[in-house]
């Protein structure tokens, strides 16, 4: 029987083409333009779908590379570190284990703990710093290639617990789909939901520090076309808040995903104790920081910042009930009424209006009605007419001193926005979904994709938007809170984490029909498959009665008690 001989493949770069060998990969001509754009490539998209570099390739078709600069780019980066990371620490601490937990400033917090679930932490010192470089390093130099198999998902349960991974195990155990797409590298195998680079010799930039427990990987960034990895900054307000998210885990007895999908395949009864002692949690936290406030009897401003879809407006309402119940009469003031006049808005790179900078807001007016209030004044408080693009006549105010006034909005930490009001008259909150549970030991789940979800959902079910239109946006907003939040978050006296444990098996059920919608054919619908995907690990939660119409998770699926 004569064997069919398959043509070469054309592939398309920009304006040239070039031939492969059907089954062949991307690898080579990568390199090849490497040395012409100037980037590090890791990646590549084939027809919009993107592939590795070592994958072969069955079919021609339009290619774009995936490089560093990129957040696709560092996202394969970050995996493929994390993958010698783990192999690192099994090979030089026996009966221990990684534990990737939270990003923090440019880097990744990590621990060595011992085998089990909630293993104690192993504290290093500095000569265990060096030993774990060196055996990184030692990886990078001999550039070892990476290579993808696809088992059964019962042959990888069994690899992975023949070798202790029992995170994975776990995880894989309540997973839809038959089959598991394992990564081998030196004979050491593991799992992850993304893409890896080609070799372990493309991961040569990092840093690692010792902070608290455990220590700091540092990631690389292209700054003006150059490879960096930043220094180390301490942000001990955000590491607190991680530490606290940790112990509301061990109260709950869950670890990772794994753990959590346990918990809901056990029925109603165990799902509604978990959201019950989320919830209760969260409530806590509230009156601890109402209580703070109360301490500093100078108070008379409470600023709240944080990133898109934090649930600031349900956390500010309920801080507003707490502060009652502690004998506060507080009022709001919104600062959407200080928007600038249309015309006068700045606008963004893309010529666009740009609402989120300091500038689209008229601080000079805010910061004069705020001393005003204070000094027992009348004043008149803005409306501003969206539909116009105005402010126009709004309402008389006056204060009492016993009165506390509660501003919530993205600029609250920044100092520029209340500079003429003394620093004692104010308390800062920074409230954000800061911390999540992770998918296994080295496979993070990151908060930034939990707002994404919650956007999402409240934009589709509130604002008449689909998904398409919440994913173009959210590069947007993602600059926006880098450039006017993300710097600011450690003047906070205060963080409230707004994540809950149980949101993303609800939020599943809402953002997979929005997501699963999202055309084929379009840039987007690769970042609408990864969160799919994400959501793939999760088994659902269906029945909401439960969830208080109190609770955070309610801003963005409805029916919440508060008028928004």
């Not at 990684?98 to 085998?115: A, D, F």
């Not at 990886?139 to 059964?152: A, R, V």
């Not at 409530?283 to 944080?306: N, P, Q, T």
Request: glycine letters at 6%; a positive charge.
């Amino acid at each position: 029987m004569e064997i069919e001989k398959k043509e070469n493949l054309k592939i398309r770069i920009e304006s040239e083409e070039y031939e492969i060998p059907f089954g062949g990969t991307l690898e080579e001509i990568a390199k090849a333009c490497q040395e012409k754009i100037g980037k590090i490539i890791l990646g590549a998209r084939l027809n919009n779908s993107i592939v590795e570099l070592f994958r072969p390739i069955t079919r021609s078709g339009e290619v774009s590379f995936i490089t560093l600069d990129s957040q696709d780019g560092l996202s394969i980066y970050q995996r493929g570190l994390f993958f010698i990371l783990h192999a690192t620490v099994r090979k030089l601490y026996k009966n221990r284990t990684i534990k990737v937990l939270h990003s923090i400033g440019h880097g990744v917090y990590c621990e060595i703990r011992e085998n089990g679930k909630n293993g104690k932490i192993v504290e290093l010192g500095i000569g265990d710093m060096e030993n774990i470089i060196a055996e990184m390093n030692r990886w990078i130099e001999k550039d070892y290639k990476f290579k993808k198999s696809e088992l059964l998902k019962s042959e990888a349960i069994g690899l992975f617990g023949n070798t202790g991974m029992y995170d994975k195990v776990k995880l894989l155990k309540y997973r839809k789909k038959k089959t598991v797409k394992v990564y081998e590298a030196d004979n050491h195998f593991d799992y992850f939901y993304g893409y890896m680079p080609p070799s372990t010799g493309y991961l040569k930039w990092f840093k690692i520090v010792k902070y608290g427990q455990g220590f700091v990987m540092l990631l690389p960034r292209v700054v003006d076309g150059q490879v960096v990895v930043p220094d180390f900054k301490p942000l001990p307000k955000l590491s607190g808040i991680f530490l606290e998210y940790s112990r509301w885990l061990e109260i709950m007895d869950i670890d990772n995903v794994g753990d959590l999908n346990e918990v809901i395949s056990k029925g109603e009864r165990s799902v509604n104790d978990l959201i019950i002692l989320t919830e209760a949690l969260h409530e806590k936290r509230i009156a601890m920081i109402s209580e703070e406030i109360k301490k500093r009897k100078s108070v008379r401003l409470v600023l709240i910042a944080g990133p898109s879809s934090s649930g600031k407006t349900t956390f500010s309402k309920r801080l507003m009930i707490q502060l009652k119940a502690s004998g506060f009469r507080p009022i709001t003031i919104s600062l959407d009424d200080y928007f600038v006049d249309r015309e006068k808005t700045p606008r963004d790179v893309n010529g666009n209006y740009d609402f989120e900078a300091l500038e689209a807001i008229d601080v000079e007016l805010f910061n004069e009605n705020l001393v005003d209030l204070f000094k027992g004044k009348e004043v008149e408080i803005p409306k501003f007419d969206f539909v116009v693009g105005k402010r126009v006549r709004g309402s008389r105010l006056k204060i009492d001193k016993d009165q506390v006034i509660i501003v919530e909005g993205i600029h609250g930490l920044n100092p520029q926005l209340t500079e003429l009001v003394k620093e004692n008259l104010k308390f800062k909150i920074y409230a954000s979904a800061l911390a999540q549970l992770n998918l296994d030991n080295v496979n993070r789940l990151h908060t930034t994709d939990v707002r994404l979800f919650r956007r999402m959902v409240r934009d589709s079910k509130f604002r008449a938007h689909d998904a398409l239109s919440t994913l173009q946006m959210w590069d947007s907003v993602r600059r926006g809170e880098e450039k006017n939040i993300f710097p600011y978050q450690e003047n906070a006296d205060a963080m409230f984490n707004s994540a809950l444990i149980y949101e993303l098996p609800v939020l599943k059920t809402y953002a997979e029909p929005l997501l699963a919608v999202v055309p084929d054919n379009i840039p987007e619908s690769t970042e609408a498959n990864r969160l799919l995907k994400i959501l793939d690990y999760f088994i659902p939660i269906t029945n909401i009665e439960d969830i208080p119409r109190t609770s955070i998770i309610r801003e963005f699926i409805g029916r919440s008690a508060f008028r928004y």
